[in-house]
């Protein structure tokens, strides 16, 4: 009985020290999100147990837990992929990134707390991390519209998809101002995506149009002098950003000739892509230099 005990209470000791050796830190890029935003999340993995420690093995190697502040386990997709071996070397920080939002409901506003465990294999050792509360609350609608989705090519004569844009106003830090697009079924109940745009000014009142191909074009003022302008697809992706500064004229949505929802007035500002590669003086041929006479 005596050796049972002596067994157990070295098992105890172990399980603690290891556990205060190998440690876990939950953040998030911020702390309030909209329903059905994208929920990206940091795990950073410190190993002070003085050895090497393998990590990713299993499937289950680090896994996540949503729950709401009155306590209910959030609806659960799936499990979160978190892919890819690696060995962790004492004395260093390794982090994992993955996003919640396709795998728990996180869909009514409120106080939610997130937990994350680490199962290390080779010590059978369960790690969790100190728990990371986030808000979600619901924006200010500005504007919004249905429209069908372009039918898929070779597709059968089926009727077509009807969705919904709306553009969302969120006050996240109280004196910052931030955009949103969401696409969701006419209900507002579903929904698809909510991308990110940027943020505004406060006297900003946004232009939106969708035009031929049901993208959703919006041109919106970010600055004193500057305005933003987005395309979004009907699956709720960013594919195009500029940025047009007000000089002479204001930037607003037009038509062109031929249909298209264009930016007429303003300048746009070149993309940093578009600048021309700077080398340095290493990279520059050499200057010849003349015989003397």
Not at 29 to 44: D, R, T, Y
Not at 237 to 259: C, H, I, K, W
Request: a neutral charge; proline letters at 9%.
């Amino acid at each position: 009985m005596k050796t049972i005990s002596l067994a157990l209470v070295l098992t105890t000791v172990a399980f603690l020290r290891a556990t205060a050796q190998v440690n876990l830190e939950l953040t998030t890029e911020q702390e309030q999100f909209l329903p059905g935003e994208a929920l990206p999340v940091a795990v950073k993995i410190i190993n002070r147990s003085g050895q090497a420690v393998h990590l990713g093995s299993t499937p289950d190697w680090l896994t996540f837990n949503v729950e709401s502040s009155e306590g209910l386990v959030v609806t659960k997709n799936g499990e979160v992929p978190v892919l890819g071996e690696f060995d962790l070397e004492s004395s260093q920080l390794g982090i994992k990134r993955a996003d919640l939002q396709p795998y728990f409901v996180v869909g009514k506003p409120g106080r939610y707390k997130i937990i994350a465990t680490l199962r290390i294999k080779d010590w059978s050792l369960s790690v969790p991390s100190p728990a990371k509360y986030i808000d979600v609350i619901n924006g200010v609608d500005l504007w919004a519209q249905d429209f069908g989705v372009p039918p898929v090519p070779d597709a059968t004569n089926a009727a077509p998809e009807v969705r919904k844009y709306t553009l969302v106003e969120a006050n996240y830090l109280k004196s910052q101002l931030r955009l949103y697009a969401r696409v969701s079924d006419p209900s507002g109940a579903l929904v698809f995506k909510v991308a990110p745009l940027g943020t505004l000014v406060s006297f900003s009142h946004p232009e939106a149009q969708v035009d031929r191909q049901s993208r959703l074009h919006v041109l919106w003022q970010a600055g004193s002098k500057a305005f933003s302008y987005c395309v979004i697809s009907a699956g709720g992706m960013v594919q195009q950003r500029e940025v047009y500064d007000y000089f002479a004229t204001r930037p607003r949505l037009g038509v062109s000739p031929n249909g298209e929802i264009v930016v007429t007035g303003g300048t746009r500002r070149a993309a940093p892509a578009e600048y021309p590669a700077v080398k340095s003086p290493a990279e520059l041929p050499a200057i010849p230099v003349p015989p003397k006479p």
